[in-house]
């Protein structure tokens, strides 16, 4: 409805692009996606490779140092990371002044923008060991916090990290273990986990990536920039519909299990519904990683003789989904939120814990991200232009006169 040509008179020859549908931000050697073909790699490794061969710290370091590392490397990368998992006690003592029904990604976020406060000797931006410090810590911590975060809603004790374990290990342990002496991590519980960070570990410039590259490209520390990609990512069109699905979920297996009358609802757009874990900027077409978690949900919930029956919704779904003319016609299809809900519940993670996971999954791509921006001598600070369509000039009136 606007006059382009008298838009363009006032703004110069400016592009328009809302949702940076078809502009790209930046070069990266970091992530590979085709969304027609339905492709992801990681520095040049096919997902479904790196999902069923390597490991989430494996990974880490991948995509952070752009080679797969040695033995000895990822034995040192691993031990520094084990080397960094505790907290400050006044880090503590901050997380339980939070309220108990504070959401998770809230309190994350806080956190992870409060550690820029306890290590004043790791905000450089250009010195090297600083970056790589900030790294680590950032890497070794954020599970703890999310593990505090969660025992926090839940009115239970906090646990110091062992560093005996592994990430995901000791991650589960900080999380569910209520007395720890009791707890027993199950490795096919692990390794899931493991997986599913895998699975997450980076997605080239989504909304919380753009984030921490934007926040960044003005030089802001490494903590400050992670901090707001967390609170992109809860959005329920981000990180935030993993828990979205299950809600939808739970609300169709509540109204009796109808999935067909709930298709017809997000069909005419009643009240904006969505199929939530549907649909992707990028892909369309199958997302490969939701290939992969539907086969591990399936694997996963027999596994822990979990027999849910949301699982049997979500398939439903999908299968409805997969052949009607409105998701056929948009190019929609599962993406890697549709069945990782159902996966974490099984674990018992409450929903409110979901895009936590997503987050602690996500850090190394968004950490590689920021190293690449700042050490790519062609950055400059982020700053989109507008298109103004506001009011002309108008002389000011005086309050009375109004
Ligand atoms: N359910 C129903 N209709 C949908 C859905 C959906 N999940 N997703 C897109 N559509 C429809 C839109 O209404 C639009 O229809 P129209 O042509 O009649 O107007 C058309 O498909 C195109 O959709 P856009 O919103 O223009 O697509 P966009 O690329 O802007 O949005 C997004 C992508 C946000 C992921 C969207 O598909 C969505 O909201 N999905 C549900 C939320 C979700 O699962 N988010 C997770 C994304 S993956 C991630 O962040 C890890």
């Given at each position: 409805?606007?006059?382009?040509?008298?838009?363009?008179?006032?703004t110069?020859?400016?592009t328009l692009?809302?949702?940076?549908?078809?502009?790209?931000?930046?070069?990266?050697?970091?992530?590979?996606?085709?969304?027609?073909?339905g492709?992801?790699?990681?520095r040049?490794?096919?997902?479904?490779?790196?999902?069923?061969?390597s490991?989430?710290?494996?990974?880490?370091?991948?995509?952070?140092?752009?080679?797969?590392?040695?033995?000895?490397?990822?034995?040192?990368?691993?031990?520094?990371?084990?080397?960094?998992?505790m907290?400050?006690?006044?880090?503590?003592d901050?997380?339980?002044?939070?309220?108990?029904?504070?959401?998770?990604?809230?309190?994350?976020?806080?956190?992870?923008?409060?550690?820029?406060?306890?290590?004043?000797?790791?905000?450089?931006?250009?010195?090297?060991?600083?970056?790589?410090?900030?790294?680590?810590?950032?890497?070794?911590?954020?599970?703890?916090?999310?593990?505090?975060?969660?025992?926090?809603?839940?009115?239970?004790?906090?646990?110091?990290p062992?560093?005996?374990?592994?990430l995901?290990?000791?991650?589960?342990?900080?999380?569910?273990?209520?007395?720890a002496?009791?707890?027993?991590?199950?490795?096919?519980?692990?390794?899931?986990?493991?997986?599913?960070?895998?699975?997450?570990?980076?997605?080239?410039?989504?909304?919380?990536?753009?984030?921490?590259?934007?926040?960044?490209?003005?030089?802001?520390?490494?903590?400050?920039?992670?901090s707001?990609?967390?609170?992109?990512?809860s959005?329920p069109?981000?990180?935030?519909?993993?828990?979205?699905?299950?809600?939808?979920?739970?609300d169709?297996?509540?109204?009796?299990?109808?999935?067909d009358?709930?298709?017809?609802?997000?069909?005419?757009?009643?009240?904006?519904?969505?199929?939530m874990?549907?649909?992707?900027?990028?892909?369309?077409?199958?997302?490969?990683?939701?290939?992969?978690?539907?086969?591990?949900a399936?694997?996963?919930?027999?596994?822990?003789?979990?027999?849910?029956?949301?699982?049997?919704?979500?398939?439903?779904?999908?299968?409805?989904?997969?052949?009607?003319?409105?998701?056929?016609?948009?190019?929609?299809?599962?993406?890697?939120?549709?069945?990782?809900?159902?996966?974490?519940?099984?674990?018992?993670?409450?929903?409110?814990?979901?895009?936590?996971?997503?987050?602690?999954?996500?850090?190394?791509?968004?950490?590689?991200?920021?190293?690449?921006?700042?050490?790519?001598?062609?950055?400059?600070?982020?700053?989109?232009?507008?298109?103004?369509?506001?009011?002309?000039e108008?002389d000011?009136?005086?309050?009375?006169?109004?």
């Open positions: 409805g606007y006059d382009i040509s008298s838009l363009l008179k006032e110069g020859n400016v692009d809302v949702g940076f549908v078809n502009t790209a931000s930046c070069k990266s050697s970091i992530t590979y996606i085709d969304g027609d073909a492709i992801l790699r990681y040049g490794y096919p997902i479904d490779q790196l999902a069923e061969k490991t989430f710290l494996e990974v880490s370091y991948l995509l952070i140092y752009g080679e797969l590392p040695s033995t000895s490397e990822l034995a040192d990368f691993t031990e520094r990371i084990r080397r960094h998992t907290l400050h006690e006044d880090l503590k901050l997380l339980q002044a939070f309220p108990r029904d504070a959401h998770p990604m809230s309190v994350l976020s806080a956190a992870v923008s409060a550690l820029g406060t306890f290590y004043q000797d790791s905000l450089s931006i250009t010195d090297r060991d600083q970056v790589e410090l900030s790294t680590i810590r950032l890497m070794a911590k954020l599970p703890t916090i999310a593990a505090y975060a969660h025992k926090k809603s839940q009115g239970q004790p906090t646990l110091y062992d560093n005996q374990l592994g995901v290990e000791n991650f589960l342990r900080m999380t569910f273990g209520f007395p002496e009791d707890y027993q991590v199950d490795p096919v519980v692990a390794r899931a986990l493991d997986q599913l960070f895998i699975l997450h570990a980076d997605h080239e410039q989504n909304c919380s990536t753009s984030t921490v590259r934007l926040v960044g490209s003005g030089q802001a520390n490494l903590f400050g920039s992670i707001a990609g967390i609170h992109a990512l959005g069109l981000h990180g935030g519909a993993n828990s979205a699905v299950l809600s939808m979920l739970a169709i297996h509540r109204s009796g299990d109808d999935v009358t709930f298709v017809k609802k997000v069909k005419n757009k009643e009240d904006g519904v969505k199929l874990g549907f649909g992707h900027r990028v892909y369309k077409n199958y997302d490969p990683r939701a290939a992969i978690v539907k086969k591990s399936d694997a996963v919930l027999k596994a822990m003789g979990v027999d849910d029956p949301l699982l049997d919704i979500a398939m439903r779904l999908e299968q409805v989904a997969l052949t009607d003319d409105y998701f056929i016609e948009r190019k929609l299809y599962p993406n890697v939120d549709f069945y990782t809900g159902l996966i974490y519940k099984a674990m018992g993670f409450p929903t409110d814990m979901f895009t936590v996971l997503f987050a602690i999954g996500r850090l190394p791509g968004w950490i590689a991200q920021w190293r690449e921006m700042i050490e790519d001598p062609a950055t400059k600070i982020g700053r989109p232009r507008q298109i103004y369509v506001g009011a002309t108008r000011y009136v005086a309050a009375d006169a109004r």
